[in-house]
């Protein structure tokens, strides 16, 4: 979890331990850094089993949920259920009570582009997948867990393609975060680079 994440009802103990900013976990872990190193290792080791074997769905909100509850499964209760507190990191996410609504308007672009599934340049793969993972982080359908659950979506719509394989080891978190803010004010330039650099062509 991010600091710097501001919540609303955090006094009703809903997500986390009473009286701090730890997040309620399966392996009650009640401090921080502990909890953050397990959430990291758990979720990856998912992460490369849901890469070897991808979960099956139609990039609706149900399949993004699917693949949250995949990835955070051996952590947390809530795993792939939408968030039921406004969040905000400096910029302010999606209300709860639009995330279905906005998510659908995100699912009916990818289908009007046929999943992408047409595209064969990777520029143009870059400009459309930068608009579709900014469209989703400004959703932020869950308390914890986007910016992982959003990057296997995002995978998974390249797999779907076939030209392309994404791969985010060829990025930094930091220039993740740079190309989130700035995806916020409509700029999805930054995205549109560091996707590039991660877009590998399976032909090649
Ligand atoms: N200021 C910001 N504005 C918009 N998006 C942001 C900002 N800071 C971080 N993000 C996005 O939030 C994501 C982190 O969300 P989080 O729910 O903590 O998921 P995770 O722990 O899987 O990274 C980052 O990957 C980034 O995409
Ligand atoms: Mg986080």
Request: net charge neutral.
């Amino acid at each position: 979890m991010d600091e710097y994440y501001r919540y609303e009802y955090e006094d009703n103990g809903q997500y986390c331990y009473p009286h701090t900013h730890v997040l309620k976990n399966k392996l009650n872990i009640t401090d921080q850094a502990k909890l953050h190193a397990a959430e990291q290792e758990l979720s990856s080791a998912r992460y490369f089993e849901m890469l070897r074997k991808p979960i099956p769905g139609d990039f609706s909100l149900d399949h993004l949920r699917a693949i949250h509850r995949y990835m955070f499964q051996d952590i947390y209760e809530w795993a792939g259920e939408i968030r039921t507190v406004d969040i905000s990191k400096g910029t302010i996410f999606c209300l709860t009570q639009f995330i279905g609504q906005e998510f659908k308007k995100v699912q009916d672009w990818l289908i009007s582009q046929n999943y992408l599934k047409d595209v064969t340049d990777k520029r143009e793969m870059a400009k459309k997948l930068a608009y579709l993972i900014g469209e989703i982080n400004m959703i932020h359908p869950f308390r914890e867990g986007n910016g992982r659950a959003q990057r296997v979506y995002v995978e998974y719509v390249c797999k779907n393609n076939g030209a392309f394989d994404l791969d985010f080891s060829k990025t930094t978190k930091n220039d993740m975060i740079l190309a989130s803010k700035e995806s916020s004010v409509l700029n999805y330039r930054p995205f549109e680079l560091l996707l590039e650099k991660c877009l590998v062509s399976t032909k090649e």
